[in-house]
């Protein structure tokens, strides 16, 4: 069987990094579902930057939605919606034959928005009905402002992605957030049934700042080990989280889990395996959200076993290390949720100059 098929086999769903016309109108994406099991797909303003920069796919919308709307946000917004609409379509059947299980598309909030609660609701509410599919998720990252605007938008009905999660105390406060916005939905009398959520850790980029420190603490036996053992202790909170009581009340009336979604699980460090942060964390229930390159050589080379349970005395050494040392991981986990707010604004801010500048040509 095909090496990232065995993960789905696991209970483990994949979902593609990655979104751009070329790959829905050419048959790739079809054949990634088709041929390696991938059941959803996310985006991030990065992920659109460099769909539509120097690509002349999108050159005829941007000349028509530039004598429609007033703003290069309005236009982007515009373009990032057909799209999302086009791949919701493409995995309408794996979100049917899953029953809503997988099978969702991811559409961010605007990066400038991460730290405004009634702006974050206010462009999910707006994104929500514009792409008006039932296997949409928009995305809202997990800071201290949005931990509010995701019970709101789950109390809504709105399907959401928490985008951004670094450290385990905030991945904590957004389940409580979720099962808020279920309970606020059950008190008005509303159906839970069809509301999805998914909690995005991420990864790889825990143990790109880590690193360096452990290694200059001469902690060589840690390196390479924080965001396995961040993750191992995430699924261990998930669980505890979806088998209480409290969850169980809920799941009676037709909720679903949260399930944790493993992001950023590219490898950065080129000592590491290529596929290192998926061979580690396949788990039942679980998602991991992979670029092209690296399903790729999963395909090629992966080792597909459920192992995110695996060694969780190992996990918890490894986070003892960290605080013996001096080393304050929630310190650094809110320092990586910093960065990457402003590594989604950079290619924002970039990819509406473009847009501007096409806009210029086409008039």
């Not at 209970?11 to 959803?40: A, H, P, T, Y």
């Not at 995110?308 to 650094?332: C, F, R, S």
Request: contains cysteine; hydrophobic residues 40%; aromatic residues 6%.
């Amino acid at each position: 069987m095909n090496n990232v098929k065995q993960i789905h086999e696991l209970g483990q769903s994949i979902w593609l990094d990655f979104i751009n016309r070329e790959i829905m109108n050419n048959g790739k994406l079809q054949q990634l579902i088709d041929e390696d099991g991938v059941c959803g797909v996310t985006s991030n303003p990065a992920i659109f930057a460099k769909a539509i920069n120097g690509s002349p796919d999108y050159d005829a919308d941007i000349a028509k939605f530039a004598k429609e709307k007033d703003s290069n946000d309005d236009i982007f917004y515009s373009l990032a919606i057909k799209d999302i609409q086009q791949a919701t379509d493409i995995f309408r059947p794996v979100f049917d034959e899953t029953q809503g299980g997988d099978g969702y598309v991811s559409l961010e909030v605007g990066p400038g928005l991460a730290n405004d609660t009634e702006g974050t609701v206010a462009q999910a509410r707006e994104l929500w009905n514009a792409v008006d599919r039932e296997n949409v998720m928009i995305k809202i990252p997990g800071t201290k402002e949005g931990l509010a605007a995701i019970r709101q938008c789950i109390s809504e009905g709105i399907n959401i992605n928490v985008t951004l999660l670094f450290g385990l105390p905030r991945y904590s406060a957004v389940t409580e957030a979720y099962l808020a916005g279920l309970e606020d939905r059950v008190k008005a009398g509303k159906s839970i049934e069809k509301i999805a959520s998914v909690a995005s850790f991420f990864l790889s980029r825990i143990d790109s700042l880590v690193d360096p420190i452990l290694d200059k603490k001469g902690l060589k036996e840690a390196q390479g080990e924080v965001a396995i053992a961040s993750a191992r202790k995430a699924y261990e909170i998930y669980k505890e989280v979806f088998s209480s009581e409290r969850f169980k009340a809920l799941e009676a009336k037709g909720a679903q889990t949260q399930r944790v979604l493993l992001a950023s699980t590219s490898t950065k460090n080129p000592d590491y395996s290529d596929v290192k942060y998926v061979e580690a964390l396949i788990g039942e229930n679980t998602i991991n959200t992979l670029p092209m390159a690296t399903i790729d050589a999963f395909r090629d080379h992966g080792n597909a076993a459920s192992r995110l349970e695996d060694d969780l005395d190992k996990a918890n050494k490894t986070l003892a290390v960290l605080k013996e040392n001096g080393i304050d991981i929630d310190e650094l986990t809110q320092q990586l949720e910093d960065e990457g707010i402003e590594k989604f604004n950079t290619p924002y801010n970039e990819l509406l100059a473009v847009i501007d500048e096409q806009k210029k040509k086409s008039s």
